[in-house]
């Protein structure tokens, strides 16, 4: 007899920051959570070496606990970065003398697993290099073979893999070894403007569209694809090309002009890279992505625009959170088709409305939860939208939302007040599927809003709300078939109103995690002007609630 394949094997993400952990059993992905969303504290720690011995020990235990499975039920433990493959810091180019301290660590993992899942036989435990770890979160997550490109700070020596599938297998075609990084260079930008890196890189992204690229012929002779399917990113003067801005400081049209160059430059080479992987994969017609900079939507739309691909698709949790479920895909060896992030925790009905009991708000039961918020919706009030299992990744999907009014111009504003955000900052939209075509072009489905689309003119004026200045919108599709109660909500908002989109961004406040539980979306009720929550199949509207 052969050897019995791990069936049961714990993906966990835990060296550089936004820690998790995903859980395999009998081919079928049952669980993935960010820390984050248990301890509540942002990206769950902050990427320095000081960091790396904290696991994420509370979304772990409850991978197991939704599987009913105990540590020492596991045949694997697959941990998402190889100390084996490690060199020191200093020879890789990188200003970080405490690296080693990371790397001790990671060594350490399997003792410091066993301590925190008691049970756990340490030997069960399997390094995966991170760089295979976010390309298989991408590439085996479509059942297709596929050439895969990972983009991200850094891994264990490179910053960049590009790779090919086929029948489950990975070839690696190329590595960009450090301190070459795309990842690291988009870093360094957003520090550079006042924002918190390995965080805030998103909002680089939208105060680029405010900029004109008046620094690309410079960033083009220091940032630059070699030909050979890597690049090289030389030293960049920040302060030559714009004044630092300090946190929370004034942003000025130089900073927004530098973020524009930076974002096309990334572009320009992002594109360069995927058509180089499309030549050495032998032109493979699907392209998966993955690692942090996969999160970039402008890129990944020009990329699908440009390149020679068929097909784009990116990991909704292309992150590091990611890693946590493409460690464990790589040590099942096989391809788990991705049919939903809503893999977190989620309460039953019953669950939810003993919630609400214990905490005195007053609710209704409506014939439909969804026509409830779309009445709400169209009357211009702010949706708190809590459905299902939460999302994994870092964006909202329907399950974890705010939603409100797409025709008003004054939405976007208001939605940033309530969140805390800068008011740059854009807002998304959702659209039944059905309705996608004659009012975005774009790629389609789009439905974990990891691309940009531009919204057609005659429809500009109709959804101001979440048209970005660059005419732009970051899209999810929202499909009847997988997601009924939003299509629904969606349908019955199109009836009162004509627009078969909603805005919808994440259910937090600005600097805290996505809510997760029903008492934390009870608790940003109370605190922020919304005029519903739709828990569950129950309805608490702030009128009754608090009189106002």
């Not at 039953?348 to 026509?371: F, G, H, N, V, W």
């Not at 009012?439 to 979440?466: N, T």
């Not at 969606?490 to 805005?503: D, I, N, Q, R, S």
């Amino acid at each position: 007899m052969g050897i019995r394949p791990p069936m049961r094997i714990l993906g966990i993400n835990a060296i550089f920051h936004d820690p998790a952990a995903a859980l395999i059993v009998d081919g079928r992905v049952v669980a993935a959570a960010e820390e984050e969303r248990f301890s509540r504290r942002k990206h769950g720690k902050r990427p320095v070496p000081f960091a790396a011995w904290e696991l994420p020990e509370l979304s772990a235990a409850w991978c197991l606990q939704e599987a009913g499975l105990t540590p020492g039920d596991l045949d694997a433990v697959a941990y998402s970065f190889d100390p084996a493959i490690t060199r020191d810091a200093a020879d890789l180019g990188l200003d970080d003398p405490w690296d080693h301290l990371r790397v001790d660590y990671a060594r350490r993992a399997p003792q410091f697993l066993a301590t925190v899942l008691p049970g756990l036989d340490p030997e069960q435990v399997r390094f995966v290099p991170h760089h295979v770890a976010h390309a298989a979160s991408a590439g085996l997550s479509v059942p297709d073979d596929n050439a895969v490109l990972v983009l991200d700070g850094r891994g264990e020596v490179a910053g960049h893999l590009a790779g090919a599938y086929r029948d489950g297998e990975l070839s690696v075609l190329r590595t960009q070894e450090l301190p070459h990084s795309l990842g690291l260079l988009y870093e360094d930008l957003t520090r550079h403007l006042g924002f918190l890196h390995s965080s805030d890189e998103y909002k680089v992204m939208a105060l680029a569209s405010y900029g004109t690229p008046r620094f690309l012929d410079q960033l083009r002779e220091l940032v630059r694809p070699t030909g050979d399917g890597g690049f090289v990113v030389e030293h960049i003067d920040w302060n030559a090309l714009a004044k630092p801005c300090a946190p929370g400081g004034e942003l000025t049209d130089a900073h927004a002009d530098l973020a524009s160059s930076v974002q096309t430059r990334l572009e320009e080479v992002i594109l360069d890279l995927a058509r180089w992987a499309y030549d050495a994969s032998g032109g493979l017609r699907t392209l998966t992505m993955a690692g942090g900079t996969a999160l970039n939507c402008v890129a990944n739309a020009r990329v699908a625009a440009e390149g020679p691909f068929d097909r784009v698709w990116v990991q909704p949790a292309a992150g590091d959170a990611g890693t946590a479920l493409g460690a464990a895909l790589a040590v099942h060896g096989r391809s788990i088709p991705f049919t939903t992030a809503a893999l977190g925790r989620g309460w039953s009905d019953e669950e939810l409305e003993a919630e609400l009991k214990r905490a005195a708000l007053p609710y209704t039961r409506p014939a439909s939860i969804a026509a409830e918020a779309a009445a709400v919706l169209a009357r211009n009030g702010i949706v708190a939208w809590y459905q299902g299992r939460s999302e994994y990744g870092p964006r909202a999907l329907g399950h974890r939302s705010l939603l409100a009014h797409p025709g008003d111009a004054h939405t976007q504003r208001r939605m940033n007040d309530v969140k805390g955000r800068e008011q740059f900052r854009p807002i998304a939209p959702m659209v039944r599927a059905e309705r996608f075509h004659d009012i975005f072009d774009g790629v389609y489905p789009s439905e974990h809003m990891l691309f940009v689309h531009r919204v057609k003119p005659d429809w500009r004026d109709r959804i101001p709300a979440v048209v970005h200045v660059d005419g732009t919108a970051r899209v999810q599709t929202v499909h009847h078939e997988t997601e009924p109660v939003v299509a629904e909500m969606l349908a019955e908002f199109e009836k009162l109103t004509g627009l078969p989109v909603v805005v919808n961004t994440s259910l937090n406040t600005a600097g805290r995690p996505m809510v997760d539980t029903p008492r934390e979306a009870m608790e940003l009720f109370g605190s922020a002007p919304v005029d519903l929550l739709a828990i569950g199949p129950f309805a608490v509207h702030r009128a009754r609630a608090f009189g106002a």
